[in-house]
């Protein structure tokens, strides 16, 4: 499984940005999609994730102003509205596979937001 987020930028607070994630490979083996963040000097953080089912959880940081989604086994996004400073941040896609009770994890290589005026 290979991803590729994409969608990062620059953008005022209380804008919108809309990043994707990109699947390849082995896509239909993938059970669950997931945003982390890290933002300078800080721990990388999960943002919201969703599984296969499309069943979605959320930091509480994000909750109603963040929403994940999955179009089908190879898009993924995270629209992203209400922005703050504060979620500035390198923002990075995870996808999970089991394969015989073990779980496996893929990372995307990151896409940088930017909040500011």
């Known amino acids: 499984v290979q991803l590729q987020a994409s969608g990062g930028g620059l953008v005022q607070p209380g804008g919108s940005l809309r990043l994707s994630c990109a699947a390849s490979?082995?896509?239909?083996?993938?059970?669950?999609m997931a945003w982390y963040r890290q933002a300078p000097g800080k721990q990388r953080e999960l943002v919201a994730g969703v599984t296969s089912g499309g069943i979605t959880h959320y930091a509480e940081s994000v909750k109603g102003r963040f929403t994940i989604s999955r179009e089908n086994a190879k898009n993924t996004y995270l629209q992203m509205s209400s922005l703050k400073p504060e979620d500035t941040a390198i923002y990075y896609c995870?996808?999970?596979?089991?394969?015989?009770?073990?779980?496996?994890?893929?990372w995307g290589q990151g896409t940088l937001v930017t909040v500011s005026s």
């Open positions: 490979g082995s896509i239909f083996s993938i059970n669950a």
């Open positions: 995870k996808g999970t596979t089991v394969v015989l009770n073990s779980a496996y994890d893929y």
